[in-house]
């Protein structure tokens, strides 16, 4: 947080003498990563101080030890910077960012910089740890797997495989996501979920529902392409800091217009050309209220709509709704700026539409994200460099983890729960469809969605007879997840009490191991960090890349995937898991488990990116452009940087990845797309196929369906499949075959040896008959103070999915404004990330930001009495409050109130750092800012509401 200095010397911080020694010399660039990484000869005492605690720094002795460098991935944001780590005698000594690294270009940001320590730092879980009778007891990994292993089978006898929830993470590699989902299935429950379903769960399913794949369109490259950005619900400066440098270098040197909308003045918002406040929760009007100018004037690109988009006279019939008027009553946003905007974006195309949680996170959060998509299409931006829609995601690997299928809804690679989805990853995985039926409760368990990680505490909480499962959630695995980072904490502490049995898998604590008062059956297993394991990541332009391990697993830690060996060993279905995979001792190979989901991913692509391919983009990173991506020469020549999906067909086949989705410029071989044929041929007698589109070099000069043996041998082109091909595909269905199920590759090589998109080539559609609202509509938050515009305006009705009873109208129609007045919405800071537990443990961070805060405007605060650093208590309508201190400020507009999400550790004014395991609790605690936080769920995939509820500020006494 920001202070004014009390004096002419800013006052010096915790950390501040610990650092000393190496502000005493000159110090370059590199020099300054290199001791951030608390290299030897620097700070090396410094991850031990605590508490002002300061020993005087010793210079260590010269070492003849070779430095090897090993190349590894940053395990923050989802940009994918390289991170270059000096490894001497198996030790991190030293690191640099991947200068040659198309992605950060020789960049860091304060967390990236830092990155070392997170690996080597002191606050670390050591070893295994139970919780009895209030007191953190160690014990070894066996007594731990044992013990688990005995209750957990316990459960299931008396309850079913359902009332075991695994939760995954967004943190683990491609290859542990994978072991995770298919751990699951081998349980037998669809009980399982990750980060996704609480950050972007609303973008997949509302873009993927748009054309086809729930991604990032282009890249964080392409945007040098841009001729105008329009960034809405996101703040790159801080959430995703190096991708700014590609945002920037769009507006300078192409001179594009960078428009900003968002409730908060932010970092990002400072290099706006247009900065747009809204009222929180009114996306949706505001896109409306843009096309409004662009249809009213004839703006729109007709012939683009023409060939390649469904339905977008319903888009325009309720749009028409939305005249400057009313979108200013709406959203705050006078009529004129908004007409300025859509004259901007139409003055300079290919523009690019970028968001982030701002706009996911809301219970029209489907809405919000489709609104995003119908704007790109009515522009004629879509399928062009510059162009898109550029979805930046929070975690390092939550858009592989969310490919690899870690969600209540679906197997790897998106396949869903169908009975044929399921045969699919049984002959991928060697197994018996009737083995794997035979582990889940009942046929209907192992084809309906499970219950989301929004709501697994309701799981726990909801009366029995309310649930669609045979009996409630009764233990529960937290393997990489913090548990601050979600909704109404104050339910979820009484849902930690109510479980038999508790288990957190993790490099640290999180604040599992203190929110909840349990005083037994808690248990800590520590998880190695990405940085002691290796395997591949994938960034949020859909980009593979190839971590290597730095250096063996600190203390008694253990990788993931070593984890859930023994976990499948202890429940009797390692020899079935397993038998296509290597297992050294009880590490299964990483290269087998990324060749096994090669041989099932045909849906997005995840077939071509063999673990040789992508360590050989690694080793060649100096050949990709830095715009195109591309390989100019050298052994990757031809490849886009990580094979971004879908790198179709098998690896042999050598396709390069597809750079920019749905680009018809170029043909299907060399990276180029059409839209996904994914909804059907044909709608209330309207053609869905596309008209006088398609991709270069197509055989087929229109549009076409999905790709099928039958439809081979109809158009004479089976005759290219190779023996060896055709027995594969009469093995699983004979003509009824399909490109996503045909595991040799074959149906999809011989299509795009036509020049054909696999997948087929469809319009998008803006209207998703599917859907509670085909047409996107603006809805006001569950908790909102505008009830003047309830009677147009008004959430769902209450209802009945993914298992739990769900409140829409029941909660909306109490008015809580009275008595809570004021928004309050959540976000980031540059500092920390997630739930905060790791980047408050790292000293070189926590040292940066040690307060956790509320922003107030100051119209907002003298009217409260309040004065700008005092503690102030921020109440929420569900009875959750936090202890902070008020940050005055015009970032937040009158009425509005900001928190950022990374502290944990106090909860509503008590401090709990005592409860933490010795040695373990993180340097910075702070109030959790969902502690205030309320109910509220996407009305598709019950997404969390965070950026829109309501709350009273009160001064502490």
């Known amino acids: 947080m920001l202070r004014k200095k009390t004096s002419a010397t800013a006052r010096r911080t915790r950390l501040s003498s610990a650092i000393e020694a190496i502000g005493t010399s000159a110090m370059d660039r590199r020099a300054f990563l290199r001791r951030s990484g608390l290299a030897a000869g620097g700070l090396a005492a410094a991850g031990a101080l605590t508490g002002g605690m300061v020993r005087k720094a010793e210079a260590a002795g010269p070492t003849s030890a070779k430095v090897e460098i090993k190349k590894s991935v940053c395990t923050h944001c989802s940009v994918g910077c390289t991170v270059l780590a000096e490894v001497q005698d198996g030790v991190w000594t030293g690191q640099e960012p991947g200068f040659d690294s198309p992605f950060n270009l020789g960049s860091h940001c304060a967390k990236g910089a830092s990155v070392r320590e997170h690996a080597h730092g002191e606050r670390r879980l050591k070893y295994p740890t139970k919780l009895v009778n209030g007191k ?37 590699s491609n290859e542990q996501a994978y072991l995770v989902r298919k751990f699951a299935a081998f349980w037998g429950t669809n009980n399982v979920d990750h980060q996704a379903r609480i950050c972007h769960s609303t973008t997949v399913a509302g873009v993927a529902n748009t054309w086809g794949y729930g991604a990032m ?26 991708s700014l440098l590609h945002l920037l270098k769009a507006k300078e040197e192409n001179n594009a217009p960078l428009i900003v909308c968002d409730p908060r003045f932010t970092r990002t918002a400072a290099h706006a050309s247009e900065y747009v406040r809204m009222r929180p929760g009114t996306d949706v009007a505001l896109v409306w209220g843009i096309l409004w100018h662009i249809f009213e004037n004839s703006w729109e690109d007709r012939e683009f709509i023409r060939q390649r988009v469904w339905g977008m006279e319903q888009i325009r019939a309720e749009v028409a709704k939305w005249t400057p008027e009313e979108t200013e009553r709406v959203t705050g946003v006078p009529g004129s700026q908004l007409r300025r905007v859509a004259r901007t974006l139409v003055n300079n195309r290919p523009g690019t539409v970028i968001w982030c ?30 162009g898109g829609t550029n979805i930046f995601r929070g975690h390092d690997n939550v858009q592989g983890a969310t ?9 790897p690679g998106y396949y869903g729960l169908s009975e044929g989805s399921w045969k699919h990853w049984s002959r991928v995985w060697d197994v018996d469809y009737d083995f794997l039926l035979s582990r889940f409760g009942s046929k209907e368990l192992m084809e309906s969605s499970g219950i989301p990680v929004s709501r697994w505490i309701d799981g726990v909480l909801e009366d029995k007879e309310n649930i669609q499962q045979p009996d409630n959630v009764r233990a529960m695995v937290l393997w990489g997840h913090a548990p601050n980072s979600q909704t109404r904490l104050p339910d979820m502490k009484v849902a930690m009490e109510k479980l038999d049995l508790m288990v957190v898998i993790d490099p640290y604590p999180t604040m599992s191991a203190v929110l909840s008062d349990r005083t037994d059956n808690v248990y800590l297993l520590p998880a190695a960090t990405q940085f002691e394991t290796y395997g591949s990541v994938t960034a949020s332009n859909r980009s593979l890349q190839w971590r290597e391990a730095i250096f063996d697993p600190l203390f008694e830690s253990l990788p993931d995937h070593t984890i859930a060996h023994k976990f499948a060993v202890k429940f009797g279905f390692a020899d079935e898991m397993f038998k296509n995979i290597e297992v050294n001792g009880e590490e299964p190979l990483i290269e087998d488990l990324t060749r096994e989901f090669n041989r099932g991913m045909w849906t997005i692509g995840y077939t071509g990116q063999s673990p040789e391919r992508l360590k050989l983009h690694m080793a060649n990173q100096h050949t990709f452009d830095r715009t195109t991506l591309e390989a100019r020469g050298g052994p990757c020549d031809g490849d886009y940087y990580g094979m971004p ?16 989705l749905y680009d018809p410029s170029k043909s299907v071989a060399e990276g180029g797309l059409t839209f996904r044929a994914r909804f059907g041929t044909e709608r209330d007698g309207d053609n869905l196929l596309a008209e006088g589109s398609w991709s270069a070099g197509s055989e087929i000069e229109d549009g076409y369906p999905e790709f099928t043996m039958a439809m081979l041998q109809k158009l004479g082109w089976d005759g290219d499949l190779t023996d060896e091909e055709r027995a594969a595909i009469d093995a699983v269905a004979g003509e009824k075959t399909n490109w996503k199920t045909d595991l040799s590759g074959g149906i999809q090589r011989v299509a795009i040896k036509h020049g054909c998109a696999p997948f087929g080539n469809a319009k998008a559609r803006v209207v998703v008959w599917t859907f509670p609202d085909p047409v996107p509509l603006h809805r006001e938050p569950l908790y909102t103070n505008r009830r003047d515009l309830l009677d147009k305006y008004a959430t769902y009705d209450d209802k009945v999915f993914w298992r739990l009873p769900t409140a829409y109208k029941s909660i909306q129609e109490k008015d809580f404004s009275g008595e809570f007045p004021m928004i309050l919405t959540s976000g980031r800071l540059v500092e920390y990330e997630g739930g905060g537990d790791e980047t408050r443990s790292n000293p070189w961070l926590a040292e940066l930001q040690q307060d956790m805060f509320v922003e107030i405007n100051p119209r907002d605060a003298n009217n409260l009495g309040i004065r700008d650093g005092e503690m102030v208590w921020v109440h929420g309508p569900e009875g959750g409050k936090v202890k902070v201190m008020a940050m005055v400020t015009e970032r937040v507009g009158e009425g509005v109130a900001f928190m950022p999400f990374h502290f944990g550790g106090h909860f509503q004014g008590e401090d709990r750092r005592s409860k933490y395991p010795k040695g373990a609790d993180p340097y910075v605690l702070g109030e959790a800012s969902n502690t205030a936080q309320t109910y509220g769920y996407d009305s598709v995939t019950q997404m969390q509401e965070t950026k829109a509820t309501l709350c009273r500020i009160e001064r502490a006494a």
């Not at 282009?218 to 190096?242: C, K, M, Q, T, W």
Request: hydrophobic share 35%; proline share 5%.
């Open 136 to 172: 953190w007891e160690r014990i070894s990994w066996d007594q731990a797997i044992d013990e688990i292993g005995d209750q957990m089978m316990k459960i299931r006898e008396e309850s079913g495989p359902d009332s075991v929830y695994w939760l995954g993470s967004a943190k683990h």
């Open 217 to 242: 369109t282009n890249s964080y490259n392409d945007i040098h392409n841009s001729r105008a950005i329009f960034l809405i619900g996101g703040n790159p400066a801080e959430a995703h800091p190096v």
């Open 357 to 386: 949680m701002g706009g996911t996170q809301h219970s029209n959060g489907n809405n919000n994200t489709r609104a995003y998509c119908v704007l790109q299409l009515a522009l004629g931006n879509m399928g062009k460099a510059g």
């Open 403 to 411: 490919d690899l299928g870690v969600l209540a809804d679906t197997l």
């Open 645 to 660: 999906w879908p790198c179709w067909g098998t690896a042999e086949m050598k396709h390069p990845g597809t750079p920019i």
